[in-house]
């Protein structure tokens, strides 16, 4: 770990877990942060908007990745932090923010102000995944796009499967931070552990590409409510308006395919 303390970056306070003592110095936007500090849940879901919102009015911009398991709270969460970072998105604005499907996502550059929220959904990014035919136009596209979006200084959620399927034109490296969904458990509120990207410095994942500010073993979790359910009228008219453009989306893909497997079966026919 290049020019990092031997101290580990966590260390377990006598408080449990919801409490834990940051020692060892953190980078943010570049520069030592030197404070010893004990974090609680709120703390870090604090920080995490804060540093979002002030990164981009830094003259830069934060590419998100998140992902987990079907089912995580990956959508709901995109929504509640990008209702934090940005408060132009609401219910009435979410369907211009939130791209389905790849030829949405230039949409993104026009509706989303400076300094504002987008997000490109699991459907859309999967022309950055590797079962996309290596470089093909629509996976260049897709990369071009997001770099002339983030030129905007917007925070850009991509919601991926998972971050082992990324293909080799958009690695996890043209990513600021990732966000590591968890499988909901019944009762539990939804749980992600996140982490960012900092030049020179080496911790968190085995690309040594990432610092981490939480983990399974040693970091404070972000939670967020289950908009579905919310008594937050906001929160929950979010999800009104998300879940038809899923619905419609998921419909779509249905037909594709379907005509797509009878194509299939009609073509070993005819080989017969």
């Not at 959904?121 to 022309?127: F, K, R």
């Not at 600021?176 to 509120?189: A, F, I, K, M, W």
């Not at 998300?242 to 005819?270: I, Q």
Request: proline share 6%.
């Amino acid at each position: 770990m290049s020019g990092a303390s031997s101290r580990p970056l966590y260390v377990p306070t006598a408080d449990g877990p919801s409490q834990r003592l940051r020692a060892s110095r953190a980078v943010l936007y570049d520069e030592p942060l030197r404070a010893t500090e004990g974090w609680s849940v709120e703390q870090a879901d604090a920080l995490m908007t804060s540093e979002l919102r002030s990164r981009v009015r830094r003259d830069k911009d934060a590419v998100v990745l998140v992902w987990g398991e079907p089912g995580s709270g990956k959508s709901t969460f995109v929504m509640d932090r990008a209702r934090k970072v940005d408060e132009t998105f609401t219910h009435d604005t979410l369907a211009d923010r939130c791209a389905m499907l790849a030829e949405e996502v230039p949409t993104l550059f026009e509706t989303t102000p400076r300094y504002g929220a987008a997000w490109i959904d699991e459907a859309a990014s999967s022309g950055l995944l590797s079962t996309e035919p290596a470089f093909s136009v629509r996976q260049r596209s897709l990369v071009e796009l997001i770099n002339i979006i983030r030129a905007k200084n917007v925070v850009l959620f991509v919601v991926i499967p998972s971050p082992d399927d990324l293909a080799k034109s958009f690695r996890v490296r043209r990513a600021d931070y990732r966000v590591e969904c968890q499988p909901l458990v019944e009762g539990q509120p939804a749980l992600a552990y996140w982490g960012r990207k900092v030049p020179r410095r080496h911790f968190f994942m085995a690309d040594s590409k990432w610092l981490g500010f939480s983990d399974e073993e040693h970091g404070v979790p972000l939670t967020w409510p289950d908009y579905r359910t919310s008594a937050d009228p906001e929160a929950r008219a979010c999800w009104d308006a998300y879940w038809p453009l899923k619905e419609t989306h998921m419909n779509r893909r249905v037909r594709e395919m379907a005509v797509s497997l009878t194509k299939l079966r009609k073509d070993g026919e005819d080989d017969e």
